[in-house]
């Protein structure tokens, strides 16, 4: 796909409103802002210009286009977020073939899980035997077997290496996947004699595993799950969604479980719009994913104090993001799946009809341990965090209703959360170079001045590095393109990615653009001048050094002397 084609996708794609499909974004001046869909965050950070169509949040420091942006929120490729893309603008493409050689790392770790995926489920089927007994005992259906991809990984340290290089993956990129674990000796296996959970992105995409022990007295744990990799973060995907997102919309709510086995249990049974937090009380990330799908989240984690206390945060968490939930309430010494082996689907569809807002299951439950007063200071440690106006006085009406206590005295007690831009630590080397920054800033927020400045300067009048980096790129790129945005989507290093995120979400200076030549032209000829004078003490005078040094000499006294005394900040 050529440049062309790529600029006419990104004019037809307003960032904003294909950012506000997945969440709801607020205006903030001339700009938008949200809670960052990419890291955990109590104020939002997270920044969208209409006018650039470029987003940056402020927080994780991440930053790009509507491209860049359906590429991490989704984990899909570039190709396959420009077909997408495309599809919602009514934009026809041409297919062309993709060079097999230039697949990127993270294409070949793709490639890598769905290998290890098939290599798990044939283990199943040729080696496990036992373990089909043990799902056929777990009443997990073939079907369900299949749909979700549970395989079973061989009492081996080198069984799946063996099997991937064999597929021609080279070594060298299996310490990357997350699949293998490190000794003296090199490589080995992470999962052992394990049953085998995939974990698949939105997409149906294996990202991760989840192995679960097959005998009592193993070691490692019962369940050993994937560590963070490129393509996988723990706590930013639902198990199962890939499969029930449809049924979840249709039926406008959605069933949180833990884990793996409460999962199969309760869509084996027909609770087929249920997912599961994988082992966390349900994060902001899983919970932007599931607001695409239902703004309506029932919690149904153990009846335990530990899984009670983890529903208690998991609502607390949805209460702050502005959507409706309900905790299914399940006695003391059960889970979603033993639940349902002793009473029943329909019993179970009793818990869920009678499901409690959070204040209410609060105020009856009595084997947390806490007294009303203890349980009234949390309730209002989620009110001080919803940063909302409705949401938060809705939640304080609920609070009011069932402690029978006036609103009043419950706003009396809270301090309301305002936006603040947050301290990010900013590196120390930008700041020593404001008119490099000042150029970088201009030529990005008016193109026009491009051209002016690259017949002026070259990237040698650059002190730091990134900054040279970035005018090299913009060099390379806008000569080209209508769409500045565009650039982020050639730049595979993420500092200078979020660097210029950073600079094109920042306000133009007011100062010319001549003013910031004339003072980097002045800086590049005094260092040129105090590394001729080094070179004639190293080396001795000599009539080319001569020439050098005078005609610097005469450049810096042509500048107008009042621009030669000036300092930009």
Same mark, same amino acid.
Request: proline fraction near 2%; hydrophobic fraction near 35%; glycine fraction near 6%.
């Given at each position: 796909?050529?440049?062309?084609?790529?600029?006419?996708?990104?004019?037809?794609?307003?960032?904003?409103?294909?950012?506000?499909?997945?969440?709801?974004?607020?205006?903030?001046?001339? @700009?938008?802002?949200?809670?960052?869909?990419?890291?955990?965050?109590?104020?939002? #950070?997270?920044?969208?210009?209409?006018?650039?169509?470029?987003?940056?949040?402020?927080?994780? !420091?991440?930053?790009?286009?509507?491209?860049?942006?359906?590429?991490?929120?989704?984990?899909?490729?570039?190709?396959?977020?420009?077909?997408?893309?495309?599809?919602?603008?009514?934009?026809?493409?041409?297919?062309?073939?993709?060079?097999?050689?230039?697949?990127?790392?993270?294409?070949?770790?793709?490639?890598?899980?769905?290998?290890?995926?098939?290599?798990?489920?044939?283990?199943? =089927?040729?080696?496990?035997?036992? %373990?089909?007994?043990?799902?056929?005992?777990?009443?997990?259906?073939?079907?369900?077997?299949?749909?979700?991809?549970?395989?079973?990984?061989?009492? #081996?340290?080198?069984?799946?290496?063996?099997?991937?290089?064999?597929?021609?993956?080279?070594?060298?990129?299996?310490?990357?996947?997350?699949?293998?674990?490190?000794?003296?000796?090199?490589?080995?296996?992470?999962?052992?004699?394990?049953?085998?959970?995939?974990?698949?992105?939105?997409?149906?995409?294996?990202?991760?595993?989840?192995?679960?022990?097959?005998?009592?007295? =193993?070691?490692? !744990?019962?369940?050993?799950?994937?560590?963070?990799?490129?393509?996988?973060?723990?706590?930013?995907?639902?198990?199962?969604?890939?499969?029930?997102?449809?049924?979840?919309?249709?039926?406008?709510?959605?069933?949180?479980?833990?884990?793996?086995?409460?999962?199969?249990?309760?869509?084996? @049974?027909?609770?087929? @719009?249920?997912?599961?937090?994988?082992?966390?009380?349900?994060?902001?990330?899983?919970?932007?994913?599931?607001?695409?799908?239902?703004?309506?989240?029932?919690?149904?984690?153990?009846?335990?104090?530990?899984?009670?206390?983890?529903?208690?945060?998991?609502?607390?968490?949805?209460?702050?993001? !502005?959507?409706?939930?309900?905790?299914?309430?399940?006695?003391?010494?059960?889970?979603?799946?033993?639940?349902?082996?002793?009473?029943?689907?329909?019993?179970?569809?009793?818990?869920?009809?009678?499901?409690?807002?959070?204040?209410?299951?609060?105020?009856?439950?009595?084997?947390?341990?806490?007294?009303?007063?203890?349980?009234?200071?949390?309730?209002?440690?989620?009110?001080?965090?919803?940063?909302?106006?409705?949401?938060?006085?809705?939640?304080?009406?609920?609070?009011?209703?069932?402690?029978?206590?006036?609103?009043?005295?419950?706003?009396?007690?809270?301090?309301?959360?305002?936006?603040?831009?947050?301290?990010?630590? %900013?590196?120390?080397?930008?700041?020593?170079?404001?008119?490099?920054?000042?150029?970088?800033?201009?030529?990005?927020?008016?193109?026009?001045?491009?051209?002016?400045?690259?017949?002026?300067?070259?990237? #040698?009048?650059?002190?730091?590095?990134?900054?040279?980096?970035?005018?090299?790129?913009?060099?390379?790129?806008?000569?080209?393109?209508?769409?500045?945005?565009?650039?982020?989507?050639?730049?595979?290093?993420?500092?200078?990615?979020?660097?210029?995120?950073?600079?094109?979400?920042?306000?133009?200076?007011?100062?010319?653009?001549?003013?910031?030549?004339?003072?980097?032209?002045?800086?590049?000829?005094?260092?040129?001048?105090?590394?001729?004078?080094?070179?004639?003490?190293?080396?001795?005078?000599?009539?080319?050094?001569?020439?050098?040094?005078?005609?610097?000499?005469?450049?810096?006294? @042509?500048?107008?002397?009042?621009?030669?005394?000036?300092?930009?900040?």
């Amino acid at each position: 796909m050529d440049r062309t084609e790529i600029d006419n996708i990104l004019e037809h794609n307003n960032i904003v409103d294909v950012i506000n499909s997945y969440f709801p974004l607020k205006k903030a001046g001339a @700009n938008y802002r949200a809670l960052c869909p990419f890291h955990e965050e109590k104020t939002p #950070s997270f920044m969208v210009s209409e006018r650039k169509q470029i987003y940056k949040c402020f927080g994780c !420091g991440k930053a790009g286009n509507v491209i860049t942006f359906i590429m991490e929120y989704e984990k899909i490729s570039f190709i396959e977020t420009l077909k997408k893309l495309a599809a919602r603008a009514g934009i026809t493409i041409k297919e062309t073939k993709a060079d097999p050689k230039k697949k990127t790392r993270k294409d070949l770790i793709y490639k890598i899980y769905s290998l290890t995926t098939s290599f798990y489920k044939e283990n199943l =089927q040729k080696h496990g035997q036992f %373990v089909l007994e043990y799902l056929k005992k777990r009443e997990i259906t073939e079907e369900t077997v299949a749909k979700f991809d549970i395989g079973y990984a061989l009492d #081996s340290y080198g069984g799946l290496k063996n099997y991937l290089l064999k597929n021609s993956i080279n070594e060298k990129i299996l310490e990357h996947t997350g699949l293998f674990s490190k000794s003296e000796k090199g490589i080995f296996d992470t999962f052992r004699n394990r049953l085998m959970f995939p974990i698949h992105s939105i997409t149906g995409k294996v990202i991760a595993f989840g192995g679960r022990v097959l005998q009592d007295d =193993q070691s490692g !744990g019962k369940y050993i799950n994937s560590p963070t990799t490129e393509i996988y973060t723990k706590g930013n995907e639902l198990y199962g969604l890939f499969v029930t997102k449809h049924e979840i919309q249709k039926r406008d709510f959605a069933l949180v479980c833990e884990g793996y086995t409460d999962f199969l249990r309760l869509y084996e @049974n027909g609770f087929t @719009n249920s997912v599961a937090s994988l082992g966390t009380s349900i994060t902001d990330a899983q919970i932007n994913l599931l607001s695409r799908f239902t703004k309506n989240i029932f919690i149904i984690y153990d009846g335990d104090i530990a899984g009670r206390k983890a529903a208690v945060r998991a609502a607390g968490n949805v209460i702050k993001k !502005g959507y409706n939930t309900k905790i299914v309430v399940l006695p003391e010494k059960e889970d979603p799946d033993n639940f349902l082996v002793n009473s029943g689907k329909e019993k179970l569809q009793e818990k869920i009809e009678n499901a409690k807002l959070l204040p209410i299951f609060l105020l009856e439950d009595d084997l947390m341990g806490l007294e009303n007063r203890g349980k009234l200071d949390l309730l209002l440690e989620i009110v001080n965090e919803i940063d909302d106006k409705i949401t938060r006085e809705f939640f304080v009406k609920e609070i009011a209703d069932d402690f029978k206590i006036s609103e009043t005295s419950i706003f009396s007690k809270i301090k309301f959360s305002q936006y603040r831009k947050r301290n990010v630590p %900013v590196r120390a080397d930008i700041l020593q170079f404001p008119e490099e920054r000042n150029l970088l800033k201009s030529v990005l927020n008016e193109k026009y001045l491009l051209k002016k400045v690259a017949q002026e300067i070259n990237s #040698s009048y650059f002190f730091l590095k990134i900054y040279k980096n970035i005018y090299e790129e913009i060099i390379k790129y806008v000569k080209n393109s209508e769409h500045i945005s565009g650039l982020l989507n050639q730049i595979e290093d993420e500092i200078i990615k979020n660097t210029i995120g950073e600079l094109l979400i920042e306000d133009v200076p007011n100062i010319s653009i001549d003013e910031i030549l004339k003072a980097m032209k002045l800086r590049k000829y005094q260092k040129d001048l105090q590394d001729i004078n080094q070179q004639m003490v190293n080396e001795g005078s000599n009539k080319e050094l001569l020439d050098k040094k005078n005609k610097l000499k005469k450049e810096i006294l @042509n500048m107008n002397s009042k621009i030669v005394r000036k300092t930009l900040y």
